[in-house]
Nanobody, 113 residues
Framework: VQLQASGGGLVQPGGSLRLSCAVS????????MGWYRRAPGKQRELVAY???????YYAESVTGRFTASRDNAKNTVYLQLNSLKPEDTAVYYC????????WGQGTQVTVSS
């Protein structure tokens, strides 16, 4: 199993990023895929998930700003981050909704002026 997140970077408040996560080793098209983040000094938290049929859920803190999507043909899940805030600074990961696959390295998102 591999979960390879990419697309992070340094962005100013109000900016945008698009994260990608390439997944292998599971039946991706049947899996509910989650996006998680771990901010400095905090526990990892679920921020969004997208079902096999592309229904989505968002944590209250990101609702209206983040959009999760998937491409089953590419075994890839995406997270569009808009209107970024300094408190969104974290390492972002993808995993299945249960979070029980080995975690990848994640991708660092830093929001700072």
């Amino acid at each position: 199993v591999q979960l390879q997140a990419s697309g992070g970077g340094l962005v100013q408040p109000g900016g945008s990023l698009r994260l990608s996560c390439a997944v292998s080793g599971i039946i991706f098209s049947r899996s509910v895929m989650g996006w998680y983040r771990r901010a400095p000094g905090k526990q990892r938290e679920l921020v969004a998930y997208v079902t096999a049929r592309s229904n989505t859920y968002y944590a209250e803190s990101v609702t209206g700003r983040f959009t999760a999507s998937r491409d089953n043909a590419k075994n890839t899940v995406y997270l569009q981050l808009n209107s970024l805030k300094p408190e969104d600074t974290a390492v972002y990961y993808c995993n299945v909704y249960a979070g029980n696959l080995p975690w990848g390295q994640g991708t660092q998102v830093t929001v700072s002026s």
